[in-house]
């Protein structure tokens, strides 16, 4: 029955290493950093770190394009500092997973730069290059060879004037989409796949490893009216070969080796069906994914058509899930990450209620059966950060959208800055609030993004001195998944679907039952389950308010949580 999988009881924690702990005052975290905050993860609890990229990169897409796999950026140190942070890891018990992102890699990337430099060379099928589109010549207006849009606006496709051919980069023009096609590409990531897992590491976050198989006819994508490109996701999402790809790596790269190993697949856009395969033991493909349907869920036809969230949406799309990987399959519980704005402004409330609704939905998410995942700063219920201009953010999502959209006049620049403010990839990048000293303790020098003025109150030296803050309830959350196998193992049955404030469900393991509760409003809401009274007079495992009475009808205060237990 899968008990066997230590990383189903296990807590992943995710540090932005740019924005975690400078050791050495340039204004950017780094390796020396990372290690001399490990004690912070202890205390907390965690399991498994995941560090985003620290390899060399020219740092278009902050380190999400790498120019050699197998070193580590001076902007965070040295290999030495990297073995030593992993030896630190190790010597608390815990393990360490690195960013894989063999989608693409840096233009600067020798690879690419070989593959550019001649329609010859040896490399040149190492990557997607393509003639202007048939009856029209290089560089003509909507000559690319598809009309696919970018993630990071403007077309997928670069054109390379020395050679006349355009290559393909789904994300920045700096991250050319390697090709998947060719076994030399595949056989060269094996490679530095097992260099890194023989230097000690524990597994991989396989950056948006479902869009590496292409249909190889490029065909178009659907444009909608108004629209400035086709949706080529049909044609790179979980596309042909990619369970060949991914048990290939698999059998290439981990079979046969010691160790208890974590691989999880970045998808977005992977439906439930893809993720039972991508996820059945049997299959030998990846551990678990890590997909989006929740977090576009407060979202109309692009990321920056925001609308508020109806919870009906989050428990059908959360619900759907969790009934569809039963049995086979696992899944990443996620609120946050480096892409996504906070959790306690997008679906909590980041005023007055700032602690109740951080570590209620902190409950909610920890209890679904799942991989649970903390990003750096949520677990102090950080929040977003007051961008006042677009000079503010750095990202280069956020600032390639506001040129393609207030410079040819589509939008004021008010209009864009509303839809940044709320749900750029900046809200989640800024450093990590260690203190209440002048940038948080976060570095001595100058930050590369603003730290959150409300450092003054939110940050981990007040948290951890507060058995009330959002700290101990998150470390609370942590220990009960390791105690108590219901938590890991369980199964889970969905109540009240229709209720617009009340998150109920329930999570069974042999004559174990749990009842989860979650108040996703700022009013007083009684949680209509089955048996409330029942359940009020059993025991407490955890909740977030204090003074619960223990007889019912159960009626929440606002962004109340609670867990129950009863055999
Ligand atoms: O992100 C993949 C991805 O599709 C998103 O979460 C992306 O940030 C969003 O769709 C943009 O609207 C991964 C990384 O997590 C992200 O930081 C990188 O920029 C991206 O891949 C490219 O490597
Ligand atoms: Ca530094």
Redesign the pocket.
């Known amino acids: 029955d899968g008990q066997d999988q230590w990383w189903k009881s296990a807590v992943v924690y995710q540090i932005y290493p740019r924005s975690f702990a400078d050791s050495n005052g340039d204004g950017i975290g780094d390796l020396p950093g990372i290690t001399s905050r490990l004690d912070h993860l202890s205390a907390l609890g965690v399991d498994v770190i995941w560090l ?1 990229p620290v390899y060399p990169s020219p740092q278009d ?2 380190g ?2 790498i120019s050699d796999y197998q070193g580590i950026d001076p902007t965070f140190g040295t290999l030495a500092d990297f073995d030593e942070l992993l030896a630190q890891v190790h010597a608390r018990g815990m393990k360490l997973v690195m960013d894989l ?1 063999v ?2 890699t840096s233009d600067e990337h020798p690879w690419f730069v070989e593959s550019r430099s001649s329609r010859d060379n040896p490399k040149r099928d190492w990557y997607w290059w393509r003639g202007p589109r048939e009856g029209m010549a290089a560089g003509d207006p909507g000559a690319e060879p598809t009309n696919w849009g970018s ?2 606006s403007g077309p997928t496709w670069e054109l390379d004037e020395a050679t006349g051919e355009y290559y393909l980069h789904l ?1 920045s023009r700096k ?1 050319p989409d390697l090709n998947w096609e060719n076994p030399q590409v595949r056989e060269a990531v094996h490679a530095m796949m097992r260099w890194w897992l023989d230097r000690g590491v524990d597994g991989f976050r396989m ?2 490893i479902n869009m590496i198989s292409k249909d190889t006819a490029l065909p178009d994508g659907h444009q909608g009216p108004g629209a400035h490109h086709g949706d080529g996701s049909p044609h790179f999402l979980c596309g042909p070969r990619i369970h060949e790809f991914l048990q290939e790596m698999h059998a290439a790269v981990f079979a046969g080796r010691d160790g208890a190993f974590l691989t999880v697949g ?1 998808m ?1 856009g992977v439906t439930v069906d893809e993720a039972v395969l991508f996820t059945d033991p049997a299959r030998r493909e990846v551990d678990m994914v890590f997909q ?1 349907e929740h977090v576009g869920l407060d979202q109309g036809d692009s ?1 920056w058509d925001v609308r508020p969230l109806d919870l009906r949406d989050l428990k059908a799309s959360l619900g759907r899930w969790q009934a569809g990987l039963a049995g086979t399959g696992w899944n990443s519980l996620y609120w946050n ?4 704005p906070r959790i306690v402004s997008r679906f909590g409330d980041d005023g007055e209620h700032r602690v109740a609704s951080a570590t209620m939905l902190g409950t909610v998410l920890h209890l679904h059966r799942g991989t649970p995942y903390v990003y750096q700063g949520e677990e102090l219920g950080m929040t977003n950060a007051p961008f006042a201009s677009i000079e503010d953010f750095r990202d280069i ?1 956020s600032v390639n959208h506001y040129r393609a959209w207030v410079d040819p006049g589509h939008q004021s620049a008010e209009e864009v800055l509303a839809a940044l403010r709320v749900m750029s ?1 900046d809200n989640a990048r800024t450093p990590m609030q260690w203190d209440d000293s002048p940038h948080a303790g976060f570095t001595t020098g100058e930050p590369w993004i603003a730290v959150n003025p409300n450092h003054a109150t939110v940050n981990a030296a007040a948290a951890v001195a507060d058995e009330g803050s959002v700290f101990h309830h998150y470390r609370r959350l942590i220990e009960l998944r390791h105690k108590e196998p219901a938590v890991a193992h369980g199964d889970f049955h969905m109540l009240l679907p229709h209720d617009e404030r009340v998150y109920a469900f329930t999570r069974r393991l042999e004559d174990v039952e749990l009842l989860v509760l979650g108040n996703f409003s700022g009013e007083d809401a009684p949680a209509d389950v089955p048996d409330d009274a029942g359940w009020a007079g059993a025991e407490l495992l955890l909740g977030n308010l204090p003074d619960v009475p223990d007889s019912g009808p159960i009626v929440l205060r606002p962004w109340e949580a609670r867990i129950y237990r009863r055999t």
């Open positions: 985003s897409d902050n999400y394009d992102v989608n693409h993630f990071f994300f991250q950056d948006v970045e977005p989006f990321k990450n480096h892409d996504q999502e990839r």
